[in-house]
């Protein structure tokens, strides 16, 4: 395999930032968080990605997360040329909307009820409209590293004080959006009562909803503990909080069942992403019938999309569906990512390398650190940035294609073979032992 950096990189970063803000569509991709070019992708194939020039690199990304078959899987892709000889767009309903949602249903006991989007962003924000016209209240909680897209009243951080008002991450958010946004640490239970204490008590709640990603992995990957979840859910029970999971990352990727069946919670709600269209731009949010009913056209939260439950995506979708769904599945992909996990542990003991590791079925993430596996966004923050730059930066020489940052999780898919798997373990072996000399 010729594997090294494509010098036309250059080239094609400076093209595209010509009329591209930042040359990218989607900030990550521009590796600000690890310095350096951008490969530029011209195609893919099972576990690997191709540049411009035909160097193959082995692919943990996946999308950030859809690939879960690899790339161009060959029953998708002929459902996705099916479909699309069949005409892009109706406008209209379709049967595939229907096979899908049944799916989702069946396969997630806590939805009963699933609207399409055509990404997550739509799905969380869309979320949250329904559980403010559900409840009649403003105010919403989310946790620090936990990341549900872009819109307004999402982009924003904890104050000065923990219950504070939150401030905009971003120019552009009224501060009249983000103050109806709490912000509390990740995985912390004592936060989770000192906020129920003041917005939803004996007086009343002006807590409309909980948004949480139930294993972040936008803060690498960071598994919370079952108290955490059991003490949410009940605060939310108690006060009538409407709890919403944010599986955009996680569902049908740690398991058949999400998150929400590893740690046995029913969400009130719950937010999906990219898997579900196989690659093609889909979200959708569902959860229990009685808040989902609020929804246009049966209630009076308004929701909609063009483009929603896009028939290639739904056609696409059904494909993927019909594979994730044989026997043993996501137990092949767990065992990979321990075996990939267990020989890059070796390695970095073998060479003196502190790191640290989670998993659960095909999602997983590596910290550089001696310290204990991270448990909040401010464990993670303090992981080494500047090892991991230099090993992102050392494994795509050799041909790996991590995210390239240190606050994302990595994705194992079918595709990837042991051969695959072999390779990025000696390619590991090599970078730890020049970070180590360097
Ligand atoms: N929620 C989570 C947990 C995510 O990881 C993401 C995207 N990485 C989103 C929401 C937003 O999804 P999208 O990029 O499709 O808008």
Known sequence: MKTHHNPKNNQLFLQAKKHIPGGVNSPVRA???????PIFIHRAKGSKLFDTENNAYIDYVGSW????????????????????????????PTPFETT??????????????????????????????????????????????????????????????MLDIGEPT??????????HTITLPYNDIDALHACFNKFANEQGSELACVIVEP??????????????????????????????????????????????????????????????GAGLPVGAFGGKRAIMECVAPLGGVYQAGTLSGNPLAMRAGIAMFDSLTKDGFY???ADKVDYLLNGIHQVADKHGIAIRSNRLGGMFGL?????????????????????????????????????????????????????????????ADKVFADMKSA
């Open 100 to 161: 899908i949602a049944d799916k989702i249903c069946e396969l997630i006991p806590s939805v009963e009820l699933v609207r399409m989007t055509n990404s997550g962003t739509e799905a969380t924000m869309s979320a949250i409209r329904l559980a403010r016209g559900y409840t009649g209240r403003d105010k919403i909680v989310k946790f620090e590293g936990c990341y549900h897209g872009h819109s307004d009243g999402l982009l924003v951080k904890a104050g000065s004080g």
């Open 65 to 92: 997360g859809p690939m879960i078959l690899g790339h161009a899987y060959p029953p998708i892709i002929e459902a996705v040329q099916q479909a699309a000889a069949d005409g892009l767009s109706f406008g209209a």
């Open 31 to 37: 590796f600000a968080g690890v310095g350096g070019t």
């Open 331 to 333: 137990q092949q992909l």
């Open 215 to 276: 294993i972040a992995g936008n803060m690498n990957m960071v598994i919370p503990s079952q108290d955490f979840h059991d003490t949410l859910r009940q605060l939310c029970d108690e006060h009538g909080v409407v709890l919403i999971f944010d599986e955009v990352m996680t569902g049908f990727r740690v398991g058949l069942g999400g998150a929400q069946t590893h740690f046995g919670i029913t969400p009130d709600l719950t937010c999906f992403g990219k898997i579900i």
């Open 367 to 427: 910290f550089f650190t001696d310290n204990n596996i991270p448990q909040n966004f401010d464990d993670v923050s303090k992981t080494d940035n500047q090892a991991f730059a230099q090993f992102f930066h050392g494994m795509l020489d050799n041909g790996i294609y991590l995210a390239p940052s240190a606050f994302e999780a990595a994705f194992m898919s079918s595709a990837h073979s042991m051969q695959d798997l072999d390779a990025t373990i000696l390619a």
């Open 170 to 179: 971003s120019k552009g958010v009224p501060s009249d959006f983000a103050k």
